[in-house]
Each structure stands twice: as structure tokens, then as C-alpha cells.
Nanobody, 119 residues
Framework: QVQLVESGGGLVQPGGSLRLSCAAS????????MAWYRQTPGEQRELVAT???????DYAEFVKARFTISRDDAKNTVYLQMNSLKPEDTAVYYC?????????????WGQGSQVTVSS
């Protein structure tokens, strides 16, 4: 019903920046909270940042002051601006969108974007 398409990943040197985008399409009606997660081999998927419909953002401690999550509801898109990237930020990043429909909540995942921080 809802498809999430991510873009913006790639290879960057330590200290560099990337901006991830996640655009939702399909039967949306209303988007609630949006979020970014990341996962490395052998690890569980971990929460990076969330943003509410009001625009309030929360961040994991390991990305505070470096990453910024934002949303553009007119485009049904969530962004993750990543600055001062470190090698330990290397992971597959997944967006997650909560869609509210007829009083119920539905959760959708993007396909994942590889972010590699290396010299």
C-alpha cells in the first residue's frame, strides 16, 4: 500500500557529509512519526532519530550534534542530514514511516541505503 524509496547513500570520507532522503508514495492518507534506523552486520537494527508530525525530533546519543532529521509533509519525505561522519557510522540506513489510516497505525520500511565512511 505504501512504498518508501530511499536515496542519498554512498561512500564518504571521515568528516564528510551525506543527506539521506526517503519518499513515501501510495495509500498514505496521513503520516505520523518518521524515523531513521541503521544496522551493521551482526548487530540489531538501532534507532538513529525520530521526528513527530509536530516536528519534534529525538536522536540517539551517538549522533547528537552531528545528524539532523527533518520532514517535508507536502512531499511525504523525511531527510537525514549527516555531518561529521565517522567510520563507525558505516551501516545500512533504513527509513521508517508510520501511516495513520482509519484510526490504525501501519509501519513501513525503506529498502535501505548503504552509507560507508572510509578514507
Amino acid at each position: 500500500q505504501v512504498q518508501l524509496v530511499e536515496s542519498g547513500g554512498g561512500l564518504v570520507q571521515p568528516g564528510g557529509s551525506l543527506r539521506l532522503s526517503c519518499a513515501a508514495s501510495g495509500s498514505i492518507v496521513s503520516i505520523d512519526t518518521m524515523a531513521w534506523y541503521r544496522q551493521t552486520p551482526g548487530e540489531q537494527r538501532e534507532l538513529v532519530a525520530t521526528i513527530t508530525p509536530r516536528g519534534s525530533a529525538d536522536y540517539a546519543e551517538f549522533v547528537k550534534a552531528r545528524f539532523t532529521i527533518s520532514r517535508d509533509d507536502a512531499k511525504n519525505t523525511v531527510y537525514l542530514q549527516m555531518n561529521s561522519l565517522k567510520p563507525e557510522d558505516t551501516a545500512v540506513y533504513y527509513c521508517n514511516v508510520v501511516v495513520r489510516r482509519l484510526g490504525r497505525y501501519y509501519y513501513y520500511w525503506g529498502q535501505g541505503s548503504q552509507v560507508t565512511v572510509s578514507s
